[in-house]
């Protein structure tokens, strides 16, 4: 495997599946779940004093579609986070068995720090609702350097991309809830925890993000980061 040393203000694509390609997210909890983790750790301060509380919002906010009254309460939880975060995350796409982040760095270590905590805390949280034990994932996460805008941009097109492999959300995967693409095309659910700006700031407006997005030829054949999470090579984190 390559090793890949993590450099301030850089961006990186960050990916991993379940070991021997086991199913990660069973339902809406194990979503709910992860995606409380991807959007609070990025701040070392948060705590697990909250996360049911989080995460049962969460999973009310993506299924319905309404800020529940909850969120509000949390308005000192999210400041802290966004005040004292040491990576930031620009989307996401939770797919049955992987997922795929796009990051920033923001201080030194702090990719290694955010990814540790995520997928240490979810795989002790998928172990004990299960009752399973040992590796959830395959391995350590796989990790690629974004080099330019142009792939910066792909990549987000990439990733948004990536639920037309679900029969369900074929053709329509703009309004799949358990990624970022909604909030780019549309209205972004999460605020100051997830940091669009740098690509969706690019576009006149949402339509014009997901003009870009379906006829960007990503996921149309099989990308060179894709044939890296299927066969399991590529950068590892240091």
Not at 1 to 14: G, I, K, P, S, V
Not at 176 to 183: F, G, I, K, L
């Amino acid at each position: 495997m390559r090793n890949l040393t993590f450099a301030q203000d850089e961006y990186y694509h960050l990916f991993n599946r379940g070991n021997l390609k086991q199913e990660i997210f069973r339902d809406d909890a194990d979503r709910a779940r992860f995606l409380f983790l991807i959007l609070s750790f990025q701040s070392p301060k948060t705590k697990f004093y909250n996360v049911r509380r989080f995460t049962d919002t969460l999973k009310r906010f993506v299924q319905h579609s309404v800020l529940n009254k909850t969120v509000h309460t949390m308005h000192d939880e999210i400041i802290s986070i966004t005040q004292s975060r040491i990576i930031d995350l620009v989307c996401f796409a939770l797919m049955p068995n992987h997922f795929h982040l796009l990051v920033r760095e923001k201080e030194e270590g702090g990719i290694s720090k955010y990814m540790q905590r995520v997928l240490n805390g979810y795989t002790k949280y998928w172990n004990t609702k299960y009752a399973q034990s040992g590796h959830l994932f395959q391995g350590p996460f796989q990790a690629v350097r974004v080099e330019d805008d142009h792939q910066l941009r792909y990549l987000s097109a990439y990733i948004h991309r990536n639920p037309h492999e679900l029969s369900e959300w074929r053709g329509r995967a703009w309004e799949y809830p358990w990624s970022s693409y909604q909030d780019y095309a549309q209205d972004n659910r999460w605020g100051e925890l997830l940091q669009l700006d740098t690509v969706r700031g690019q576009y006149n407006d949402g339509e014009d993000y997901h003009k870009f997005v379906e006829t960007s030829g990503a996921k149309d054949e099989r990308d060179a980061d894709e044939e890296l999470l299927i066969d399991g090579d590529g950068g590892n984190d240091d």
